[in-house]
Every structure is written in structure tokens, then in C-alpha cells.
């Protein structure tokens, strides 16, 4: 009688586990409403096949009886997403490459292609690798356009290779430089409501999306074994988060007539989040004089300057120092000399460029990492040596967690930085995202052209962002690595090609969702991750743990079960 009891069991789940795609289709076209809907109009975006891994794990959740944890698994993995292409022969990425578009093409999707064989990729972290130099690379690059042919693909070319150049990581001594780049956004800025201590640990974590080599003590965090139940039907399961409308609202711009004047240009969802006052923009990225308003004369101030006594006589001993030749010294501000490995990473980017965009059908976006990472005048001119001018448009976020308000005011300043440059104008005067958004304003209303059409479009990731950047408590570890298996991130805004902004091309799931990001030792001898305590899987391996905290914390909420329409 136990024998057969069992048998019944395990038949039972194997065939629950095997109808379950066809018992809970309306969950999967709740994913993808976004993309099914009116966005199909435009694009409508491919969903490639899952990871085994995560169908393993949408049968033992159905298996136990957690229909309602498998559901919202099923219908994550069943979202549109990129493809990821990387260490693979030539020979290989052909035939794989052909097989996705062709598969897309028959369905009349749209694919997304992530391209990541970059020689000295990832800085040699956790997801280090690459092809084996430029001509492995070139070699490469040539088998994914003949693997494409004259089908309509979009590219996300070599996340991390501008915004990780091999200059960025061949010594240490870099990471304090990148640190001094990466300043607050919005949403991270302390309020007058914290406490001073808190204010104070917030302005020590504002760059929570670091890159490896910098170095953030976090504090042991033990999560729960358990994850945290899932919320009704109905309900939203992403823990509550202050609105970027309150937020603004308690902003000094956002009380002042400027910042509530209407920016023809600007959407009206655009602005969000409030930015710091001018009096509180970090020094290192301080907009030039000449784009700040002169203070007009006060009364008391004299009418004229006491005159100065005459300055004294050089000693004739002392020799004047030689001032070199104009043509000599350059731009004071870029180096003289490129390290080879940096050279060679713009070659690699230039031919991918060239060699895909000739293929007619292709939208080719490069790496400009993040708003918490570089400042626009220092992503802009890597963008524009790497062949910006002839590629589509650039890529935000990619693998990363900012919020969709922080990716689309970066991504606004970048692209008028580029149109700026384009007419001869120096990076280094562009509007930060470090301005107050007043400030901000006013330099594109002077300088930012009015047909978008003239300007540099942009694509973002919003796989993992539904909760924003993680920032871990003071403690002692060397390296918080915030982006790596980060706690408690949730699934962001479903992809999409209607974006309702004019120089947003598409919101993507680029970073695959339940993927692991690493083993992520932050700074420790390891093998135990010490935020999560468990040994993370590697790179690219899927992370049921994480899958399931990705679906449990979504916002927007992914909803399991179909509802009546007028409830």
C-alpha cells in the first residue's frame, strides 16, 4: 500500500509539473501584458527558451504544492529577455546566433542579443573571460553577423567594457578615482527627517552600484531562512517605498519656480526625483563658471578695487621655469599616453560597431554603465572614442539595480552631452547628474537640440531594478560589492518598446532574472557569501534563492492568478 502511494505521488507531480504551463497561461500573458499589449504595435520583444535549471524549479515548487511560488516563477522565465552570447567558438555563436533569430523571426519578435566576449572582460572578477585577443575577437564578431544575416536584431554590445576599461582596473590606486566619480542620485540623499547618523551613513553609501575594485565595508547580514509569504492575490508584493513624488515634493527645487516651470522637451513623468541643492553639489563635479549665473553687485561692496602694491622683482638668479610648447602639452585633462589594453578595447568596440550596424537590421547600443557610477563628462568621451556616431544609441543599467527615474534623467544628460560634443562643445561643461535639476535645466535649454531625432537614443535594463540599488549598512567587509546577489531586489518594469520618452528606445530585461551574479565573497577569503550566508552559485548559474526573492519583491507585482475584468 506505501509503495503504491508513493508511486501515485510522484506521478502525480511529475504531471502537475508538466501541464503547468498550460494550467497557468494567463500568469505568462500577465508578465508580458506591457509587451503584448499596445507596445506590440511598435515591437514586440522575443522570449527565449529558460534555463533547465529554472523549470527544475517550477516542478519541485508545484511538486510541494507551492502552485502560487511556481506560477510567478513560470512567469518570469517566460518574460521576454535578451540572449546572452559569450566564450563560444566562432563556429559555434554562428550556428546558435542563427537560431534565435531565425526562431524570433518565424514568430515576428524582436530578439535581443547581449554580446560578452570582450578580452579582458569583467576585470578578470567573477565573470572574467573573452576572447583571446583583438583578431579572436574580430573573428568572433564577424560569426555573430553572419549568424544574424539581414534579420532585425537588437544588441546590447559588451556590457561593462566602457564603464570597466582595463585603465579602471590595472592597479588598485584607480578604485579611489572611480569612487569620486560615482556621486549621489536623488533618491539617495538624506532628508531633514534622519537622524544625523543615518544622514551620515547615507552620504558614506550613495554609489551602492560600485565596480569591483572599490572598496565599501557593508555589515554581516543574516537574512531569514525563510523568505518572506507571499501577499493575497490582489495585493502588491513588493515591501512599501516613499514615492519619487514625495520625494520631490520635499525638494527645494521642487518648491521653486523653476523646477516647476514645464520643460517642452522633457516628459512630464520625467522628473521625479529631486536633486540637491547647488549648494550642496559635490565639488569634483562642479558645473563651470561660465554656465553659472554671476551674482549681482551688493551696495556695499566699494566701486572700485584698492590698488595693489607692485609685485616684487624675480631674483635674477632663480631661472623662470620653461613652459612648454602649446602643441606639447595637449588636453591637460586626458593622458597623454593610453595604456595598450585600453587601446586595444576601443579597436574591439569600433570593429563590433562597424561590422554589425552593416548588417541594415541591426540596433547596436553601447556600455555606458550606470548613474551611480560615472559622471556624463566621464562616460560621454569613452562613448564617443568607442564609435557612438555610428552606433544606435547606449545602454543603461545593464545587470545593475537603478531606479527607472535615475536611468532616464543619466541617459537624457548623456544624450545631450553627446549632441553638445557633436557641434564642438567639451564634455567636460556638460550638466551632470550630480546638478540640481534647476541648474540641470537650464544648461539644456541652452545647449540640447529640439528634434530628438538629432540625438543619441538609449536602451535599459529594469530586470532587477523594482526595488533600486541595495545599500548595505556600515560594517567592516572590504568590499560591499552591492551589485552583486544583492538582497531583497525584486523584478522591475516589464520590457517593453513603448516607453512613452522620446529617447527611450525600449525598457529590456537584458540581465537574465534568477541568474547569479557570482559567488560574491565581498572582500573575504570565502566560500560563503557574508551578506546572504550561503555559497552563492557561479556567474551565470541559476540562483533558485534569488529567483524566488525576485519574484516575491516585483514591482510592479507579478499578478498569478487571472483577474474578473471590473474588480
Known sequence: MRKRRKILTVSTAVVAAATLPLLISPVVSAAAREDDDD??????????????DSYRQVARLAWRGDFRDSAGLLAMVRTPQAVWYGDESPERVEALVRRTTRSADMQGRLPVLALYNIPGRDCGSYSSG???GLAAYEAWIDAVAEGIGDREVLIVLEPDSLSLLPSDCADESNADQTA????PTAEQQPTAEQPAEEQLAAGQQTAVEQQPAVEQPPAV?????????????????????ASAAQDAAQSPDAQSPDAQAADPRLPASEDPAPKPAEAQEPSGLE?????TPAPEP??????????LPPLPTPDPVTPDPVTPDAEDVGDLDTPVVEDPETAARYSEINYAVDALTALGNTSVYLDAGHAGWHSVSSIVPRLIKAGIDRATGFALNVSHYQT???????GRLISSCLAYADEGGDPEDCADQSWSRRHARRWLHAHVPDDPGRMKHFVTDTSRNGQGPWAPRAGAHLDAQSWCNPPARGLGRRPTTRTGDALLDAALWVKTPGESDGRCLRGTDGPLDPVRGTVNPDAGEWF????????????????????????
Open 544 to 567: 533558485p534563492e534569488q529567483a524566488l526573492e525576485l519574484v516575491r519583491y516585483a514591482e510592479p507585482s507579478v499578478e498569478v492568478f487571472r483577474r474578473t475584468h471590473g474588480r
Open 130 to 132: 573573452g576572447a583571446d
Open 180 to 183: 569620486a566619480e560615482q556621486q
Open 404 to 410: 527607472d527615474p535615475d536611468s532616464a534623467w543619466y
Open 39 to 52: 507596445s506590440s504595435r511598435t515591437a514586440r520583444l522575443y522570449a527565449p527558451p529558460p534555463d533547465r
Open 221 to 241: 547580514e543574516h537574512p531569514p531562512t525563510d523568505l518572506p509569504p507571499l501577499p493575497d492575490p490582489g495585493a502588491s508584493t513588493s515591501p512599501p517605498a
Open 298 to 307: 551688493s551696495a556695499e561692496q566699494p566701486g572700485t578695487l584698492p590698488e
Open 287 to 291: 558645473p563651470s563658471t561660465s554656465q
